[in-house]
């Protein structure tokens, strides 16, 4: 029987299925049933050229010669698993066949954070792999209830368990140009991953009447630009933009709470001069928002805003974002404050820009590390005993929507 006939009929469904029909094409054989005779104008000519006018080049991946079965040349597609494992690099030009792309490689596993974890105290505790790889350094306490936060039993959850590292909601009265500025950072931080330009992080500064703002990539950094490309808006006319254009999207309870507030308390005109402690933010927002764009790829935004301001430290009374500064921000800006509590230690690149000491001396990072009080987490409530959790993903909320 011809080998053509052997082949099935596509199914209704899958006649114009481009997988059924490389399915067909590449369906194994074996020699002993393809006699030499058929190479003329035969079906397997048929394959090949429904094959390549796919584009698809898998049949070299597997390619074999059988010159003992009389049938120099012809591919044997049901080769022995060694050949079908060929990397692509390894076919020749010889055999007329154009040279495919290397394959790539694997980026190399860095060894800092296992060494890294071997030289810090007792009270560090290692927490997620990879690239999500954190480092907490907690401190239990002696609480008259077992497990005051009442924290759910996961992995997370014994870390900072009956511990003095989770901070719950708290009153920002005394606080009200950092909250707004967190309210800033927050509408900027939805509006920017709603049109997929990475910010990772959003931070807003108020720092000698000027309002800086930044996100940790460059890419976020130029769409910040962008919301204000003639230099011809002041802040309040961007940030208003900015409210417009997200204000009926879906939002989070946290995301709704703040642009609520943000507009009510800020934007709003007819509503905005009730509210007299924000007078210094809603004053700033009368001249420019510069953005502070500079510094390597990468590079965390309260550490941007500190370059574009020229200032080794930063008063943290003044700075709000999406998220609590990390363990090396607080180091670079905020050392000694009693009243930032930064989250966890970052052992990537980006977050250590700066650190001479990262990815070469462990021993000389862990002691720098040592030096800080403590990471936090902020406390998550959800309905149930025992159901709470905690996040690094955002900073402290308030206590009440009134607040």
């Known amino acids: ?16 299925s481009r997988k059924a029909e490389l399915s067909r094409a590449f369906r194994p054989f074996s020699v002993e049933s393809f006699q030499p005779e058929e190479t003329g104008e035969g079906p397997w000519e048929e394959r090949l050229e429904k094959a390549s006018r796919f584009g698809h080049n898998l049949f070299r991946m597997g390619e074999t010669r059988n010159e003992a079965a009389g049938a120099p040349g012809v591919i044997q597609l049901n080769g022995d698993k060694k050949n079908r494992k060929r990397k692509r690099s390894e076919i020749s030009k010889s055999e007329g066949e154009e040279e495919l792309e290397p394959p790539k490689k694997k980026r190399r596993r860095s060894e800092f954070p296992d060494k890294l974890s071997e030289k810090l105290g007792v009270d560090w505790t290692s927490y997620g792999a990879g690239q999500s790889r954190v480092f907490f350094k907690t401190r239990k306490s002696s609480p008259k209830t077992e497990n005051p936060h009442g924290l759910s039993k996961n992995k997370i959850g014994k870390i900072f368990q009956d511990t003095e590292n989770v901070v719950g909601p708290k009153s920002y009265s005394g606080l009200r140009n950092k909250q707004a500025l967190r309210w800033m ?3 900027a931080f ?13 931070q807003s500064a108020l720092l000698d009447d000027q309002l800086y ?10 769409a910040l630009e962008n919301l204000n490309p003639k230099k011809d808006q002041t802040g309040l006319q961007v940030l208003q933009n900015l409210y417009e254009s997200v204000r009926d999207e879906k939002l989070s309870s946290r995301e709704k709470r703040h642009f609520k507030k943000l507009h009510k308390r800020i934007l709003n005109d007819k509503t905005s001069s009730k509210y007299k402690d924000y007078e210094e933010i809603r004053k700033a927002l009368g001249g420019s928002l510069a953005i502070a764009s500079g510094g390597d790829e ?41 009243d930032v509590h930064p989250g966890p230690y970052w052992p990537s690149k980006s977050s250590n820009l700066g650190f001479e000491k990262f990815d ?5 990072m862990a002691k720098e590390l040592d030096e800080i009080p403590g990471t936090y987490s902020t406390l998550v409530k959800r309905k149930g005993k025992n159901k709470n959790t905690v996040t690094f993903d955002y900073d402290t909320d308030s206590e009440s929507d009134e607040d």
């Open 1 to 16: 029987m011809p080998l053509y006939q052997t082949l099935r009929k596509p199914s209704r469904s899958s006649r114009f």
């Open 190 to 202: 939805h509006a920017l991953n709603k049109e997929e330009k990475d910010p990772r992080e959003v």
């Open 185 to 187: 950072s927050t509408l």
């Open 213 to 222: 703002m930044a996100t940790n990539t460059k890419k976020g950094n130029q």
């Open 298 to 338: 990468g590079l965390h935004a309260e550490r941007r805003i500190g370059l574009k301001a020229g200032k080794d430290k930063l008063p943290s009374k003044s700075v709000g974002g999406v998220k609590r500064p990390c363990t090396n921000c607080y180091l670079s800006l905020y050392s000694g404050e009693k």
């Open 360 to 364: 070469k001396d462990p021993e000389g």
